[in-house]
């Protein structure tokens, strides 16, 4: 089980991203656009920059949905190897069977 503080910590983060979602595309659009001046696309990089750090998507980390397990994360079933081996040995994952018994 991880950390309560953790835990807590990624949920806020995540929150965080989904506030600033659609004004960071925007600002990323704008800085790359080769339409607008180099003081428009300046200007949209500081803007960029003075984002929250925890408002970038990349600072979220995948977790366990069951422990907050945050390693060994598997995409699919959206449980950590761990978890996932216990719920494929028990068949709680449809469709998801050992490879040799």
């Known amino acids: 089980m991880a950390k309560k503080s953790k835990l807590a910590a990624d949920a806020r983060r995540r929150r965080i991203v989904a506030r600033y979602a659609e004004r960071r595309a925007e600002l990323k659009r704008d800085s790359i656009n080769?339409?607008?001046?180099?003081?428009?696309?300046?200007?949209?990089?500081s803007a960029l920059h003075a984002l929250p750090r925890d408002a970038s998507p990349t600072r979220v980390r995948n977790r366990d949905a069951v422990d907050g397990r945050p390693r060994g994360f598997v995409r699919k079933a959206g449980v950590s190897r761990v978890r996932f081996r216990e719920m494929a040995l028990r068949g709680e994952l449809p469709g998801i069977t050992k490879a040799s018994w």
């Open 34 to 45: 080769p339409t607008l001046s180099v003081e428009e696309r300046q200007a949209a990089m």
